[in-house]
C-alpha cells in the first residue's frame, strides 16, 4: 500500500502529466482516470486501494469528493499556481508553529529563511512531535520555533489545510528560533 500512496502522491502533488492525468484548478482529477491511468503506466489501483489510502495515509494528505468521483491532495503540490491553486481560508495560527528540519538546512535558513522553492507553501506544524518527524526524514532533526504572531504583525497570512498543517508563503529569517536539535538514532546500524 505504501508504494501506491506514494505513487498517487507524485502524480496529484508533483507530475499528473507523468501518467497524462487532466487535474483540475483545485487539484481534483477523475478517479476513473487516475485508475485507467495508472494502469497504463503499469500501477495497479482500484477504488478499494484509493479509498484505503485517503483513509489510512499518516499524514492525511489526500480527499475524496463529496460524490466519491474525484481525489486531490490537499497540500504540498509543486505544481505551478497557475495550474493548481487551492483555495484556502486565511486563518489566524496559534503564537508559535514549528518547523522540521535537518541540523544541515539551519545555516541557510538562519540566514535567508524558510521558502517554498518548488512547492507553493511552506509547511508548518502546530506541535513539535510533528515537527520532529518531518525533519527526520531529511537527517538529523532540528526543530524551529516561528513567531506567528509578529508575523501576522507585519501583514503574513496564514492557512490551514483540511489536514491540520499550517501553510504561508515563507518565513523570513528574523521569526524564526532554532528551538532545540534532536539526538536521532537511526532505527538500523
Do not use: C
Request: overall charge neutral.
Amino acid at each position: 500500500m505504501k508504494s501506491q500512496s506514494k505513487f498517487i502522491s507524485f502524480v496529484l502533488r508533483h507530475q499528473p502529466e507523468a501518467i497524462d492525468l487532466d487535474i483540475d484548478k483545485n487539484g481534483w482529477v477523475s478517479i476513473d482516470q487516475l485508475i485507467a491511468n495508472a494502469k497504463a503506466a503499469g500501477t495497479t489501483l482500484t477504488r478499494e486501494i484509493i479509498q484505503d489510502v485517503v483513509d489510512n495515509n499518516d499524514k492525511g494528505r489526500f480527499a475524496l469528493s463529496e460524490d466519491g468521483k474525484k481525489i486531490r491532495a490537499l497540500q504540498g503540490h509543486s505544481i505551478s499556481k497557475d495550474r493548481v491553486s487551492i483555495e484556502f481560508e486565511a486563518k489566524t495560527p496559534p503564537e508559535v508553529l514549528y518547523h522540521g528540519t535537518a541540523t544541515r538546512f539551519v545555516d541557510s535558513i538562519k540566514e535567508t529563511g524558510l521558502k517554498s522553492f518548488k512547492r507553493q507553501y511552506v509547511h508548518l506544524s502546530w506541535n513539535e512531535d510533528i515537527a520532529t518527524s518531518v525533519g527526520q526524514r531529511h537527517g538529523t532533526p532540528v526543530i524551529l520555533e516561528i513567531d506567528t504572531q509578529a508575523m501576522l504583525d507585519k501583514g503574513h497570512v496564514f492557512y490551514l489545510s483540511e489536514n491540520n498543517v499550517w501553510l504561508t508563503e515563507n518565513v523570513p529569517a528574523e521569526f524564526i528560533t532554532v528551538k532545540k536539535e534532536q539526538s536521532y538514532k537511526p532505527k538500523f546500524k
